[in-house]
């Protein structure tokens, strides 16, 4: 590991910035064709369920998450990397093939083993290569380049289908995938003790799924991640509703993720130096108040506020949850406790998406409901941050 003047381990070492460029190639790839696929499934005569189009894919992340975790922690943390690129590859080249509802969605089911396995290896690794001290801004500089990624996807897919048409798009999400594949192929092993792959591995008992060290943050993030499943399912209609184009209708996930990027090098280094609980407070009100921004837009500047708003909150959020996880985690159960965190995000996203979804029922006036509940239950989450630690922490005494 390189070393700075003063001793400190540095965190810029080639496979900290490889890591992080796959990182970004990753989420450029499966979240270009996210803004396109609720006008693809209303095509097909399936509007009612757009809440599926998100909720479904984080239903299979979720129930992958123990199999990475288990995998990342004994054959290592690349091949688990490598295995969910690789899902994205293979899936941009089936969505254009597909021509019923129900493959739509069963295609949505199977995408989701692509976040089941490689953040999870993602943040396994940089765990493996980072000093404890400066675990937030890692994971924050981490974030920056997935970010940025999220901000490019939903910004050019709906650009490429507008000029050469929707498939066009799910091959490009496909080639940014397999680039992804091929920076992880070239990067060293962080795991010592690896095992070679076996079927009796993927045989997971209950005490094997969940890391009860880590219930704290994965309590708080299954509780505002509720309200990035309803953005990310409502927010393209309010968009088109309050007079973008098709083509601009990803503009309020590249306003929110260019707004997060800066806010997470700061939230990271912040929750190092101040601590974890301060920096998270902060956050879920941030959330709130986004969340009642959304539910009250009305006009393509509060749409912008709102987006820049939500942006500062995750991005002080998500960096601060990884690190304050990795804490808790013992270093040989490491990926349990990562997917188990995962496995927390994946249920608020995607009850997030679903309930927000079946509350919206494609009713623009209903939205405002939706984001109402989303700001309750992260307020929930502050108070949790606030009156709730000492209860949990004796629960998670009990259970290990």
Known sequence: ???????????????????????????????????????????????????????????TAGLSRPFSGRLSDTIGRIPVMIFGAGVC?????????????????????????????KPTGTSAYIADIVPSTRRGEAMGYSGFFGSLGMAAGPSIGPKITAAYGLDMTFYTSSVAAILSV??????KETLQEKVKFHPRLLKIKWNEVIEP???????LFLL???????????????????????????????????????????????????????????????IVVSDVLIAYTHTQTMLM????MF???????????????????????????????????????????????????????????AFLLCAALSFIGFLFLTFGLNWSKRFVKSTV
């Open 1 to 59: 590991m390189l070393k700075r003047k003063t001793g400190t381990p540095s965190i810029y070492t080639l496979q900290f910035f490889l890591l992080c460029l796959s990182s970004f190639l990753f989420f450029g790839s499966f979240n270009m064709i996210v803004p396109d696929l609720y006008d693809y499934i209303t095509s097909l005569g399936g509007g009612e369920y757009k809440g599926l189009i998100i909720s479904l894919f984080t239903v």
């Open 182 to 187: 091929i920076i992880l192929a070239g990067m």
């Open 311 to 369: 942006g500062v909150a995750v991005g002080m959020n998500t960096p601060t949850i990884y690190a304050w996880t990795i804490d808790l985690s013992l270093d040989h159960l490491r990926g349990k406790g990562l997917a188990t965190m995962y496995i927390a995000l994946e249920i608020g996203i995607g009850s997030g998406a679903l309930i927000a979804g079946w509350i919206y029922a494609n009713h623009i006036e209903n939205l405002r409901e």
């Open 89 to 117: 590859f293979v899936m941009g080249f089936l969505y254009p093939i597909v021509s019923t509802v129900w493959a739509l969605l069963l295609l949505r089911f199977l995408h989701g083993f692509s976040t089941g396995f």
């Open 224 to 286: 505002t991640a509720f309200s990035f499943g309803a953005v990310l399912t409502l927010v393209p209609d309010l968009t088109i509703q309050l007079g973008y184009d098709q083509g601009e209708k990803g503009i309020f996930f590249t306003v929110f993720v260019i707004s997060s990027l800066a806010i997470r090098l700061l939230a990271g280094k912040a929750s190092d130096k101040y601590g974890r609980i301060i920096v998270l407070k902060i956050a879920a009100l941030a």
């Open 305 to 308: 506020v709102s987006a820049v």
């Open 213 to 219: 060290r880590v219930f704290n943050p994965s309590l």
